[in-house]
Each structure stands twice: as C-alpha cells, then as structure tokens.
C-alpha cells in the first residue's frame, strides 16, 4: 500500500484570516482541494490529511480523505510501500511532478527523496539543500515513525534522516510557490488564473480582456463561447456552445445552455435555458431554472422557481418559490409574494398568462392557463383557466383638493 500524507498544520498568523490557511479558497476552491485533486490522479493508494483543524477542514472541505490531528496515525502504516510528504498550501503542485517524485524514488531504490526547485549536482549535498527544498518527499514506509514521532517539524526531520539513509533528489522545475502570507496567496492566485485562462483560449473559447476575467478550475467551457471582461465563473458550472457570458458577470455552480447571453447578473446555483437572454443587473439564486427563449431583465430577482418557455420577465420583479409556465408576461413590478414571517409558500401559474404591473401574488396561490392579472392588483384566490381578475381600490378623486393639500414647490 502507498501512501500520501497531507499536512495541514500550523497558525495561520501571517495570513491574518480567521479561515485554517488550507481552507482558504483560491478561484473559489479551497486550496487543500488543489493538491489533493492532483494527489488522486498519481499511483497513491491512500491520502491523510494531518491537521489541527480538523472539524473545519472535515464538515466543510474534504470529504472522502481521512483527516486526523492524531500524528500516531503513522504506526498503523506498517507495510513495505512508500509514502509521499508534501504541504497542503502548493496548489501550483502539479500531478506530474508529484508522479515523477515517485517514479525516482523507486527506480533508484531510495529511502528518501527529496523533491528540490533548484538543481544539486552531488547527492551528498542534500542535507544542506534546505533552502532548496519545496517540501515534497517520498519516504519508506519503515522511516514513517521517525518522521513524525519526533518534536521537530516532519520536514526538519528527514533532513536528520539523510546522513543515515539512501537519499536521492528529485528536480521540480516548475514554479512551486509556498503559501506563507496573503502575498503569496494573490501570486499563485494570478498564476492560476493565467494557467486555467490560457488552457480555455487554446480550446476555443474567446475572451475579452482576458487578464480581468477569473475561471474556477472545475469550471466547463465548451468551444465557441465568449466571456466578456471582468466576468467570474466558479464552483462546478458549464458553460456550452455559442453563450455569451458578461462583461462583469458572475456565474457559481450554474449551467449556461447553449446561445445563452447573460450580462452583467449574478447566476448562483441555477440554470439557463438556450437562446435566453438574462441582464443587465439580473440575481438568479437557489435552484432557479429558467426556459429556454425567455427574457430576464433589469433588476429581477427570481429564486427557488421554474419559468417555463418564451417567458418575459423584464423588469423590476421578484419572482420567488414559483413554478411557472410558458409564454407567461410578467409586467414592472411584479411580486410573488413567498413568505409571511415563518412559512414559504409557492404560487402557480400556468401557460399564456398576463400579469400586469405592481401585482402581487399572495402564495400559496394558483393562477391556471390563460389569465389575466390586472394591473395594481393583489391576488389572495386562485384563477381558473381564462379568468381574468381585478384587485384593487375604487380611486377617490377630490375636485381642486390638490390646491389645499396638494405638492408646493420649494
């Protein structure tokens, strides 16, 4: 059995955050994840994660990897594998490097590997290359207890261990950049960004200004999109063939279908149908679907609903915890009104309906196909198929009140 043990220990002082450095996310993933997604990818039969932070890193980040701040998690490895050492702040550390590691140390029969960012030309300089080191090393697994049974620092300890032991050192060239401060954090960061962008250019995706715009690494672009400045696609979203996203956008978790534009929105946790058209200034939040063909615009919020085909909600609305049909007009204004101080209601509303301006629609509520909603009106019961339905107060009007109680301008 081969082993990767991940440390994720220590103070995080120096980045003056109240997040375990680790847990600090990086294009809106934590940073830990990043070297554990390249560990997976590499012949390691089994990762640890040793940390102090472990109900954090647990609940939150990690989990399908043992996580313990238990250091004699070590004796139980006791089979004649290797294991690799490396610090859970690299998240420039790439599955090759950490592969090739591994390949050295086992060709070259070693019992410690060092992993360096500069060249040494004797072996026997190892010992004294500890301002080259990276932190990455793969060890025997009979060396595991003397690693981390002792005081010091792990990685202090294998350089003990190498005046006594077969050492071998392994080149990493790549730039390998050690988060110890939010300096370093922005310097990888920027990295990142560059490596992750200039792999969707070379797919086929466009993207103006590309320095600006910032792409999660699990996001999915499919060829022949175009990201617009200053957009922001995180978490685990797709973006498909011929959408537009941006400029200053911001998409999580989300799909974008095909020929999508969505400008200037937030798009959280929610789908886009094709050929929609969403913003500017538009939130789609929470398990938000929206039909293909429709028209979501300016300063609309919808959440937790499904708006069915060629759908307009243009302007000024909220639509929340609905279930809506196709070829539904949502005028200025609009309300679905979810929520009375404890409980969330849905409303319904069915195909080919007509809600006028400043409505409100008291859930739980159903209007059925082909109503019509008055402008002004508050709608407390439902409408059957074809109703139509006027809610409002008979207007007063005083003959020449306006001069007595009327504006005055200053």
């Known amino acids: 059995m081969n082993y990767a043990i991940i440390l994720a220990v220590g103070e995080e002082v120096d980045m003056k955050v109240d997040l375990p450095k680790c847990a600090i996310p990086l294009l809106g993933k934590p940073m830990i994840s990043y070297v554990l997604d390249e560990v997976k990818k590499t012949s390691v039969d089994q990762i640890i994660c040793i940390s102090n932070h472990q109900e954090e890193l647990c609940t939150n980040i990690i989990q399908d990897v043992k996580v313990t701040q238990n250091l004699s998690i070590v004796n139980e490895i006791k089979d004649a594998g290797y294991t690799i050492i490396l610090p859970g702040d690299m998240p420039l550390l790439h599955k090759n490097l950490v592969q090739g590691l591994i390949d050295t140390h086992i060709k070259n029969k070693n019992e410690i590997t060092v992993g360096v960012t500069t060249a040494i030309e004797d072996d026997a300089m190892v010992p004294f290359a500890k301002e080259l080191q990276c932190g990455v090393y793969c060890v025997n697994n009979f060396l595991l207890s003397k690693v981390f049974m002792q005081e010091n620092d792990p990685f202090e300890t294998i350089f003990t261990l190498c005046s006594s032991h077969k050492v071998g050192i392994y080149p990493m060239t790549d730039k390998l950049l050690k988060i110890c401060n939010l300096l370093d954090l922005s310097e990888v960061e920027t990295e990142l960004r560059k490596s992750i962008n200039k792999r969707h250019l070379l797919h086929g995706v466009r993207m103006e200004n590309w320095e600006t715009i910032t792409i999660g690494p699990d996001v999915k672009i499919e060829p022949n999109t175009w990201i617009r400045s200053g957009s922001i696609l995180l978490g685990n979203s797709e973006i498909h063939q011929g959408a537009v996203i941006g400029p200053n956008t911001e998409i999580n ?148 009140y306006a001069k007595k109680f009327g504006y005055k301008k200053v």
Do not use: W
């Open 253 to 400: 978790n989300s799909k974008i279908m095909e020929s999508a534009v969505v400008m200037q929105s937030l798009v959280n946790d929610s789908t886009v149908g094709k050929e929609a058209k969403i913003g500017p200034f538009t939130h789609l939040r929470m398990n938000t679907i929206i039909g293909d063909y429709d028209r979501i615009g300016n300063f609309v919020e919808i959440k937790n609903s499904v708006i069915g085909q060629k759908t307009n909600v243009s302007h000024l609305t909220y639509v929340g915890d609905t279930d809506c049909g196709s070829g539904v007009n949502f005028g200025c204004g609009v309300v679905t009104v979810n929520y009375d101080g404890k409980h969330k209601f849905r409303t319904t509303i069915g195909d080919n309906v007509f809600i006028g301006c400043n409505s409100n629609l008291i859930a739980p509520v159903k209007v059925e196909n082909g109503g019509f909603i008055a402008a002004g009106s508050t709608i407390t019961e439902d409408l059957k198929e074809d109703d139509f339905a006027i809610a409002r107060a008979k207007q007063v009007t005083k003959k020449g």
